[in-house]
T-cell receptor
Framework: QKEVEQNSGPLSVPEGAIASLNCTYSDRGSQSFFWYRQYSGKSPELIMFIYSNGDKEDGRFTAQLNKASQYVSLLIRDSQPSDSATYLCAATISNFGNEKLTFGTGTRLTIIP | EPEVTQTPSHQVTQMGQEVILRCVPISNHLYFYWYRQILGQKVEFLVSFYNNEISEKSEIFDDQFSVERPDGSNFTLKIRSTKLEDSAMYFC???????????FGQGTRLTVV
């Protein structure tokens, strides 16, 4: 079973601090990785995607990918109360040329004012 | 901004009834997906659809489920003879191509009573 693993949390971070979210994946063939934010009762909303080893920055968000360690992370700088949500890590798993997103269980993040 | 739209937002049905969940993917997207999320659990892959046929389906997607793309815009999920355990949020997603980001609709909350 090809899995994506996340610490379910909850993770509590003071407002203004850096929140660090981590994810590992089991399929070495995974090529693309995504971070989605999900508010309670709502659909997943794409925050970042990353394909290459290293860091990718977009505003307050930085995604990091280490394919050798099969590890993906998301850093949120200057955390705001509105960042409080569940963050879903997802990997594209290819199976005989077909692609699907496989999600982790999500990490619940709470930003404390 | 283009978006994936789903109808209805909430459906209540009696056990044993058939339901059809509807989705309009983003117009230039070629890959379509259905996912479900039981309350408090992870987002689970149901089925992927490409080139007018199912490209992959999960163990969950048994004979009770079917998908159709009846015209150039709609993508439907039919659940025959619903069971209590089918109660969940059902998300439709679409993406433009391989290794691109998937965008999710706002979901249909299905409640089977």
């Amino acid at each position: 079973q090809k899995e994506v693993e996340q610490n379910s949390g909850p993770l509590s971070v003071p407002e203004g601090a850096i929140a660090s979210l981590n994810c590992t994946y089991s399929d070495r063939g995974s090529q693309s990785f995504f971070w989605y934010r999900q508010y309670s009762g709502k659909s997943p909303e794409l925050i970042m995607f990353i394909y290459s080893n290293g860091d990718k920055e977009d505003g307050r968000f930085t995604a990091q990918l280490n394919k050798a360690s099969q590890y993906v992370s998301l850093l949120i700088r200057d955390s705001q109360p509105s960042d409080s949500a569940t963050y879903l890590c997802a990997a594209t798993i290819s199976n005989f040329g077909n692609e699907k997103l496989t999600f982790g269980t999500g990490t619940r993040l709470t930003i404390i004012p | 901004e283009p978006e994936v739209t789903q109808t209805p937002s909430h459906q209540v049905t009696q056990m044993g009834q058939e339901v059809i969940l509807r989705c309009v993917p983003i117009s230039n997207h070629l890959y379509f997906y259905w996912y479900r999320q039981i309350l408090g659990q992870k987002v689970e892959f149901l089925v992927s659809f490409y080139n007018n046929e199912i490209s992959e389906k999960s163990e969950i997607f048994d004979d009770q489920f079917s998908v159709e793309r009846p015209d150039g815009s709609n993508f439907t999920l039919k659940i025959r003879s619903t069971k209590l355990e089918d109660s969940a949020m059902y998300f439709c997603a679409s993406k433009e191509g391989r290794n691109t980001e998937a965008f999710f609709g706002q979901g249909t909350r299905l409640t089977v009573v």
